[in-house]
Structure formats: structure tokens, C-alpha cells
């Protein structure tokens, strides 16, 4: 699993979208200085305006992690401010305004963009809802100690207590593997073995999940041949063999995939984890800014509009 910051996406987004306006506020700060006070002054009210500038980028980020949705306000003093805020929109779409006000002047930005689930610093875990449907998931098979399938198929929830060791040699699972960590949240620990031939299709008590097994290493030999039709989440997935894994993969460590191992439209477009599963962040994508009318009278005092000259005897 690519490690990466806890933060959702949009968290980083905003932060970004929100540079450009105290930017705005740091060129405010030192022009004003250049206009009417001695270089030193400069030099002093540049470093106050960089100070500003980075608490703003700190405050953006904490603010928001606090609470997401809701409006935040920096006041910066002498009628300087920056709000952002981010709301839903539709569905997995989101909407960030952020607001700056300088010396009676307001500047905004306007952006919309869709959200998608991605792996941080944990695995992911499943929600409460998947919990209780793995719990009362029929059939319903639990493993513990040292257990095999070999020339089999198999239908249902198969449970691994900690401690388990589960071989499978060419098997058809027609449902998902979980092991009891996933449901407690306890350290566990299992193995799962695979040989042969092993397809695993989930079934409609987990949608979308071939394994989530947090505490498992898994592991084939070369002969495994396998398909995974579902997202797999275990503490180590080592397989030399062949196949394809057509889900998502999280694990503590880095997979370790040998070249007959597929992942279909890995890499492409991101895919998204099952509903079932809570990663924890959120990746952006799909950004679009909202074009703002300007009106006839202010372009006219945009063209006319001419800079301040600076004092004569005032700086170097």
C-alpha cells in the first residue's frame, strides 16, 4: 500500500486553491509598504506578510480536517480576511469557495470536483454496515487452526479465526474471505495459502470484496492461477504465480506480484473501493472552475486604472 497523508484530498485542494489568494494578500502587504514607508519597512512588512501567508496555509488545513464541511475564517487584521469553505455537492461531487478581502477589495475562487476513495497511512476497514451483514452472512463456514480446500467450490462467508491457516488448491469461492481481525479490530493473525487454480467471486453479503483480511499473509508457491474478482486487503500478498487481480489492493507492505500477475485498468482512471470498505481519504479529480461575469463597468476601470507612482526620497 502506498503510503500517503491521512488528510482526505479535498483538504490539499483547498489548501492549494487558497494560495493564490494570500498571495494576493503577501503582494498587497509589500506593495503598500513600497508606497509609503523606507526599505527597512519593506523587508519587515514582506516577512509579516510570509508569516501570514503560512499560518493561512496551516490554519486552511487543520480548519478544514476539523470540519470539512462548514465555512472557516482567518482574520488577518486591518480588514484583511480569507473564508474557505467545502460543501456536498451531488453525489461524490464537491464544492470549494474561497473568499480573500483586502483594503475594500474582494477576490474569490470558485471550484467544483468529485471525490474518490484512496488508501492513507491504514488499511482500509469496513464500515459498520459490512460488519453486521458479514456477521449474519449465510452460509456462513468458520475456520480455525490448520485448515485445507482442495478440488472444491465453495458458497458463502468463510470466517478465519486468529490464528488460522488456510490452504486453497484449486477452488472456486463464491463469496468473501474475512478474517475475525477485520470484524474486532484486534491484532490477529493468519495465513492464507494458495495453489492451483483459486477464483474468488464475492457474494452479495460483501459486494465488491474477494478478502479483507488485515492481519493475513498471503501467499502463493508459482503454481497458483488466480482470479480475484474483488477488492483484497491483508497485511502482506505475495504471489509468483499467474492470474489476474481485478479489484483494488491495500496492504502494510508493498505487494509483491510476479510478471504473470494482471491487474486490469490498474494505472488508468481511478478505480473505486467497494462501499463496504472505509479507506479513510480521498483522492481529487475532475476540477472545474466556476466562470465569473464581469460586468461592463468594471472592465472599464480595470483599462483605466493606473498604478501608484512611489514617493520621491522614500527608499533606495
Known amino acids: 500500500m502506498k503510503r500517503g497523508r491521512p488528510d482526505a484530498g479535498y483538504v490539499l485542494l483547498a489548501t492549494l486553491l487558497l494560495t493564490t489568494l494570500i498571495a494576493s494578500l503577501v503582494m498587497t502587504y509589500s506593495r503598500h509598504a513600497l508606497l509609503s514607508i523606507d526599505s527597512s519597512s519593506v523587508n519587515m512588512a514582506s516577512q509579516l506578510a510570509q508569516d501570514a501567508a503560512d499560518s493561512g496555509f496551516a ?20 480588514g484583511r480576511s480569507v473564508a474557505v469553505s467545502v460543501g456536498s455537492a451531488a453525489g461524490s461531487l464537491r464544492e470549494i469557495d474561497v473568499d480573500a478581502t483586502s483594503e475594500g477589495t474582494s477576490q474569490s475562487l ?30 456462513m463456514i468458520v475456520l480455525s487452526g490448520a485448515s485445507s480446500y482442495t478440488s472444491s467450490e465453495i458458497t458463502g462467508m468463510v470466517l478465519l479465526r486468529t490464528g488460522t491457516s488456510l490452504t486453497l488448491q484449486d477452488v ?14 484486534g491484532a490477529g493473525g493468519v495465513t492464507i495459502n ?34 480475484m474478482h474483488g477488492a483484497i486487503v491483508a497485511a502482506s500478498l505475495a504471489l509468483p504465480g499467474s492470474g489476474a487481480l481485478h479489484g483494488e489492493v491495500a496492504c502494510a507492505g508493498a505487494p509483491v506480484l510476479g510478471a504473470g500477475i494482471d491487474r486490469p485498468g490498474a494505472g488508468r482512471a481511478p478505480r473505486s473501493w467497494p462501499t463496504a ?15 465569473t461575469a464581469v460586468r461592463d463597468a468594471e472592465k472599464t476601470a480595470i483599462r483605466a486604472y493606473s498604478f501608484p507612482t512611489r514617493r520621491p526620497g522614500r527608499g533606495p
Do not use: H, M
Open 194 to 227: 494458495l495453489r492451483g487454480g483459486v477464483q474468488i467471486r464475492p457474494g452479495a453479503a460483501l459486494p465488491g470484496c474477494a478478502i479483507v483480511a488485515p492481519d493475513a499473509a498471503i501467499a502463493g508457491n508459482g503454481s497458483e492461477r488466480v482470479e
Open 172 to 185: 472456486i469461492l463464491d463469496g468473501s474471505i474475512v478474517s475475525e481481525a477485520a470484524l474486532t479490530g
Open 277 to 291: 470498505l472505509e479507506t479513510g481519504s480521498s483522492g481529487v479529480g475532475r476540477l472545474s472552475f466556476t466562470g
Open 59 to 78: 490554519w486552511a488545513k487543520q480548519s478544514l480536517r476539523a470540519d470539512a464541511g462548514s465555512t472557516t475564517r482567518l482574520d488577518l487584521g486591518d
Open 110 to 139: 470558485q471550484a467544483t470536483f468529485e471525490v474518490y476513495s484512496v488508501t492513507g497511512d491504514r488499511l482500509p476497514e469496513l464500515t459498520s454496515a459490512a460488519k453486521t451483514a458479514v456477521n449474519a452472512a449465510t452460509p
